[in-house]
């Protein structure tokens, strides 16, 4: 029998025991694992396990649930989609992300990426422009013991200058150019990972690293994701 939980359940692991996951969502999901992420070709092994180890059923809503292990985006309300799981998986391993790292996050929305780096880093900061599942995302993430991940509701624009300087930074939407407060808060040697792009037009994700002379870019892959929105503030 499989039981799930939290990946770093030391702090606050919620008294009540970590849910149990029928075997046949456990079996979905490393399917979901061999057929679409290790067989295009990542091989980063902490990533390949804590993509089977998070029940990205709990992540979407329930009308959903049947789908999410299946090969495509699903919607989580509000317009927004929790992205495919093979895109997770190959933005998490390209961000290298190591046991002590300091992760900022922009898009919250169902809160899985934020699940499966919360697997492999010291500690993950989330920040989410709509209201609503930026609540959800926090309590689906406390309920299942996340207990190293923060969740904010606020324009990803700004980034999150009280925690600066991040170790890395993944943004989950899509902005028409790089956030300069993004570039202000990853430390130097830090890697960024983001789409960049019209919400018609191409979009490219891109790897940056932060460099003593500047911001080196490698386009990677091209992408779809949701446009990233200016806040009101
Ligand atoms: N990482 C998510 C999927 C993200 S979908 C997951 O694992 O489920 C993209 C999310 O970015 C949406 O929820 C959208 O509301 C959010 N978003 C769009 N513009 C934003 C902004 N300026 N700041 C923060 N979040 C933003």
Redesign the pocket.
């Known amino acids: 029998m499989l039981t799930l939980g939290g990946c770093n359940p030391e702090p606050a692991r919620p008294a009540a025991p970590p849910p149990v996951v029928e075997p046949v969502l456990a079996e979905a999901r490393m399917h979901m694992v061999r057929d679409q992420i290790v067989a295009r070709g990542i091989t980063d092994p902490r990533v390949l396990e804590a993509m089977t180890r998070v029940p990205r059923h709990e992540?979407v809503p329930a009308a959903q649930r049947g789908e999410a292990y299946e090969d495509w985006p699903l919607p989580?309300g509000?317009g927004?989609?929790?992205?495919q799981p093979y895109i997770?998986a190959f933005m998490t391993a390209a961000l290298g992300p190591g046991p002590g790292d300091r992760v900022l996050?922009?898009?919250?929305?169902?809160?899985?990426?934020?699940a499966v780096l919360s697997c492999l880093v010291a500690e993950v900061y989330t920040?989410?422009?709509?209201d609503p599942?930026a609540r959800r995302?926090e309590a689906d993430l406390k309920r299942l013991g996340y207990a190293n991940v923060k969740v904010r509701a606020?324009?990803?624009?700004h980034g999150w200058p009280e925690a600066a300087p991040f170790d890395a930074i993944i943004v989950?939407?899509a902005?028409e150019q790089v956030p300069q407060a993004l570039v202000e808060q990853l430390r130097e040697g830090g890697r960024m990972i983001i789409p960049v792009g019209s919400q018609w037009g191409a979009q490219e994700l891109y790897l940056l690293r932060k460099t003593p002379t500047g911001m080196q870019r490698q386009g990677v892959l091209p992408v779809r994701?949701?446009?990233?929105?200016?806040?009101r503030s």
């Open positions: 992540f989580i509000y927004q989609t929790i992205s997770v996050e922009i898009g919250t929305g169902s809160g899985y990426q934020a920040v989410e422009i709509v599942l995302a606020g324009d990803g624009h989950t939407c902005p994701f949701v446009p990233m929105v200016k806040g």
